[in-house]
């Protein structure tokens, strides 16, 4: 958790600057998540910021709802959710997976779809390269797992010097040469 906090929350701040930052006018745009244009993405992130704030706290699996416009709110009871003592421990009761594994799982979500908005808003963005680092680490261990559940598509090639975040995004799917 001590390691873990700091890196999850300044993640979603950043999203969360971006979410704000979106024009109703670009809500169409695509994305390089191809399977969701900007409105949807960020319908996906308030999903994600519900589920994880669910099972931080130990509780079940939540669905996805229709788009609100208030994934920042969600994502501070996310992170409030995180910061407790006890959210680290065992297991999910939803997922049966160890709470650090999710608390890794939502880093890649920030860290990722933070790019992915940012790259389809014409925003900038410079993720955090402690939270890098431990993304590609857990997504290099996961990454098969992650492509069988959907969450990952198929490697995109990147050069052999790339940067830590290009390589991410290679190894999940993303082209990080994608442009709208």
């Known amino acids: 958790m001590d390691d873990m906090m700091p890196l999850m929350t300044r993640a979603t701040e950043r999203t969360s600057g971006l979410v704000r930052a979106v024009r109703q ?11 969701f244009d900007v409105k949807e993405l960020i319908n996906h992130l308030e999903w994600v910021a519900e589920l994880f704030e ?7 699996w939540v669905e996805q709802e229709p788009y609100v416009g208030d994934f920042p709110e969600r994502a501070e009871g996310t992170l409030a959710a995180w910061s407790r003592g006890e959210a680290w421990d065992g297991t ?27 790259r389809a808003t014409g ?20 990454v098969e797992m992650g492509r ?18 290009d390589r991410l995004l290679g190894v999940i799917g993303r082209d990080p040469a994608w442009t709208p």
């Open 25 to 35: 006018d670009q809500f169409g745009s695509p994305t390089p998540c191809a399977k």
């Open 54 to 60: 669910s099972l931080g706290r130990k509780g079940p």
């Open 92 to 118: 999910s009761p939803a997922m049966g997976l160890p709470m650090t594994t999710l608390a890794h799982m939502y880093l890649v979500d920030m860290v990722v779809h933070g790019w992915d908005l940012a």
């Open 148 to 165: 069988q559940r959907g969450a990952f598509g198929p490697p995109v090639a990147v050069p052999d010097d790339a940067s830590a975040f």
């Open 123 to 142: 925003q900038r963005y410079e993720p955090e390269p402690e939270g890098v680092a431990r993304a590609l680490d857990f997504t290099g261990q996961m």
